[in-house]
């Protein structure tokens, strides 16, 4: 059985920061690009971060470029997500995911699998 479970989100005022987790298991991780996406209200489900089974390849989305991280260690099977300077805009459940290619390709998220989210939220 697949499983992708996020921690990490949590209400945090603008300017903050947050790192997210995502545990994996059930399928071979090692292999797979991963990838973090979010869902907003606004702009439905969107590529945030991508990032290649050797770590050496990350793509960004234009609005987390400069304040957002993403990182893997295979050995613990894990993917993070290291969140500075966080705007409301930055407001929504974010998911770890596996997909199936990346965004020059897919411009909405094209996903293998995806876990259940974990709720972040930017307010003052």
């Known amino acids: 059985e697949v499983q992708l479970v996020e921690s990490g989100g949590d209400l945090v005022q603008p300017g903050g920061s947050l790192r997210l987790s995502c545990a994996a298991s059930?399928?071979?991780?090692?292999?797979?690009?991963m990838a973090w996406v979010r869902q907003t209200p606004e702009k439905g489900l969107e590529w945030v971060s991508v990032?290649?089974?050797?770590?050496?390849?990350?793509y960004y989305d234009d609005s987390v470029k400069g304040r957002f991280t993403i990182s893997r260690d295979n050995a613990k099977n894990t993917l993070y997500l290291q969140m500075y300077s966080l705007k409301t805009e930055d407001t929504g459940v974010y998911y770890c995911?596996?997909?199936?290619?990346?965004?020059?390709?897919?411009?909405?998220?094209?996903?293998?699998?995806r876990g259940q989210g974990t709720q972040v939220t930017v307010s003052s």
């Open positions: 995911a596996a997909p199936r290619t990346w965004p020059s390709r897919a411009p909405r998220p094209d996903l293998l699998y």
């Open positions: 059930g399928f071979p991780f090692t292999a797979s690009d």
């Open positions: 990032i290649n089974i050797l770590g050496s390849r990350t």
